[in-house]
């Protein structure tokens, strides 16, 4: 079923909390140079569902402003309100939300480095959100013009409310590779570039997923000579640690991962393994397996993507 209160967009994900009742959901346009979006819900979300509705269906959807002082703003996107009004030619509530990256622009939203996954953490609530790369924008919330490594972004909602309409932001970690951006401060256990899946597990440690480009991976000229394939990585957002926790087969890009309440299983996903990567060779329907031959590496196979299913040897909580 279509959601049209949340807005029209290229949906990245849609990360959903609860604050004060409501229904809160976070989502990132995986586009460069668009925004990040907050929607949420007008009643609380249990009442909604006694009356047989969807608490998606009725709310306000926010598009975020990031300011230099390391400050944030909600910008509502609603009818009649700033410059979102008939006499600037915005029909009505459905019109700006058909019409949601203009009506984000109207407003003055922050663009930013293709926004991607937002995870929410489990104690205090402060939100994550990962910038793949992209050309560079104005802001100290893009901090590099052009951006190839991306980076990720943390903000703190006012009193701790995820319906708040402020915040207060900060850069959480600059990826890339050291020996090309003295900025970077990762060492050879933890550099990683283009962040894009994002998940806490239920203890708070932050899971980075990484989908660096076909085009640019293992390739010097795109500085990317030293990060190796895709991979997954296992930060605590207290000390600032980060630590790579599995890399990936040729070609591919990680997504997608979970573990059992118990946190003893993890579930990851490997998509696209053995695709074109100009810096190793490209597939073809005579050689399917030129750039990878992952997971089965039978001679008469071709690449597949998988989920990998992970547990620590002699049990216990993976991550621990």
């Known amino acids: 079923m279509k959601r049209t209160a949340m807005g029209r967009f290229k949906h990245e ?30 009643r609380p979300w249990r009442a909604e569902l006694a009356r047989g509705r969807s608490p998606l269906d009725d709310g306000t959807l926010y598009v975020a402003r990031f300011d230099d002082d390391g400050t944030g703003v909600w910008l509502p996107l609603v009818h009649g309100r700033g410059p979102l009004t008939a006499a600037n030619g915005w029909v009505d509530q459905a019109d700006v939300l058909i019409r949601t990256r203009q009506a984000a622009d109207a407003v003055g939203a922050t663009p930013m480095d293709r926004p991607e996954w937002v995870a929410v953490h489990p104690r205090n609530d402060d939100v994550y ?9 104005a802001g100290n919330v893009n901090p590099r013009q052009p951006n190839p490594y991306g980076h990720i972004v943390r903000w703190t909602e006012t009193h701790g409310d995820n319906t708040a309409t402020t915040f207060a932001w900060d850069l959480f970690v600059l990826a890339g590779d050291p020996a090309y951006d003295a900025r970077v401060e990762l060492d050879a256990d933890s550099m990683f570039g283009s962040p894009d899946g994002l998940w806490f597990d239920p203890d708070g440690r932050l899971w980075i997923q990484t989908d660096v480009s076909n085009s640019a991976q293992l390739r010097p000229q795109a500085g990317h000579d030293n990060l190796g394939n895709n991979a997954m990585l296992a930060a605590d957002p207290d000390t600032g640690e980060i630590r790579r926790f599995l890399v990936g087969p040729r070609g591919c890009e990680i997504t997608g991962v979970v573990t059992t309440p118990d946190q003893s299983t993890m579930f990851v996903n490997v998509q696209h393994p053995g695709e074109s990567t100009p810096a190793i060779g490209a597939p073809t329907p005579a050689d399917p397996q030129a750039v990878s031959s992952w997971p089965d590496h039978d001679p008469a196979g071709r690449p597949r993507s998988a989920t990998v299913v992970i547990r620590r040897i002699g049990g216990g909580k993976i991550g621990a």
């Not at 909390?17 to 929607?39: A, H, I, L, M």
């Not at 959100?129 to 924008?137: E, F, Q, S, Y």
């Open 13 to 42: 994900g849609a990360t959903v909390t609860e604050s004060r009742g409501r229904v809160v959901v976070y989502s990132g346009d995986d586009q460069d140079g668009d925004y990040v979006y907050k929607f949420v819900g007008t």
């Open 129 to 137: 959100l990962t910038l793949t790369n992209g050309a560079g924008w």
